[in-house]
């Protein structure tokens, strides 16, 4: 398998602008992951999926963010209109189950100008 | 409420020095899993080893090693022969058995120096 899939790898774009990031998981995979990494924070975890339904969005910081799985293979981040303050790299990960080893996508690097 | 605490924000060690990462656990539950991850400079995130509540033995893994001890929550890891490549930070997280998602600690940041 050819692992968690992201796209883009990086993002550079202005305030305002609706940035998309993409996730391909491990077919298979019951979980799918959203997590935002910054400096100051850490390592977040703004949703979940199981089954393409979304179990917890408690992460979510506003509601400029969204997300959708729209199939078991596919889900997408959204964050419209996009700001400086969410320049982070945001991962996407699959596991088995919830509690399984999860495993994570390469990142994709967002830089909002 | 469940938490992961790793003191040490940053360590620095000498080429073939033994290191160890402190990890400190807080739950309630009798049964869960405690985790390592590795991010090197690259970013990635690579899994290392996942551990269950009800396997208390080490695991040794190459220059690997893990010590569980349930007595004092900790899930700590061992680089023994420390080389360069090791630089990276490293996450200590923890899940409860069905329910829940998996909490990552604020990582340590390991500084192999040549």
């Known amino acids: 398998d050819a692992g968690v899939i992201q796209s883009p790898r990086h993002e550079v774009t202005e305030m305002g602008q609706e940035v998309t990031l993409r996730c391909k998981p491990i077919s298979g995979h019951d979980y799918l992951f959203w997590y935002r990494q910054t400096m100051m924070r850490g390592l977040e975890l703004l949703i979940y999926?199981?089954?393409?339904?979304?179990?917890?969005d408690s992460g979510m910081p506003e509601d400029r963010f969204s997300a959708k799985m729209p199939n078991a293979s596919f889900s997408t981040l959204k964050i419209q209109p996009s700001e400086p303050r969410d320049s982070a790299v945001y991962f996407c990960?699959?596991?088995?189950?919830?509690?399984?080893?999860?495993?994570f996508g390469p990142g994709t690097r967002l830089l909002v100008l | 409420a469940q938490k992961v605490t790793q003191a040490q924000t940053e360590i620095s060690v000498v080429e073939k020095e033994d290191v160890t990462l402190d990890c400190v656990y807080e739950?309630?539950?009798?049964?869960?899993?405690l985790f390592w991850y590795k991010q090197p400079p690259s970013g990635e995130l690579v899994f290392l080893i996942r551990?269950?509540?009800?396997?208390?033995q080490n695991e040794i893994s190459g220059r690997y090693s893990w010590n569980f001890q349930k007595s004092t929550s900790s899930f700590n890891f061992t680089i023994t022969a420390s080389q360069v490549v090791d630089s990276a930070v490293y996450f200590c997280?923890?899940?409860?058995?069905?329910?829940?998602?998996?909490?990552f600690g604020k990582g340590t940041r390991l500084h192999i120096l040549p």
């Open positions: 551990r269950n509540s009800f396997d208390e």
């Open positions: 739950t309630r539950d009798t049964t869960y899993y």
């Open positions: 999926f199981n089954n393409n339904v979304p179990i917890d």
């Open positions: 997280a923890l899940s409860k058995d069905r329910d829940d998602k998996i909490i």
């Open positions: 990960a699959s596991s088995l189950d919830i509690a399984e080893t999860q495993y």
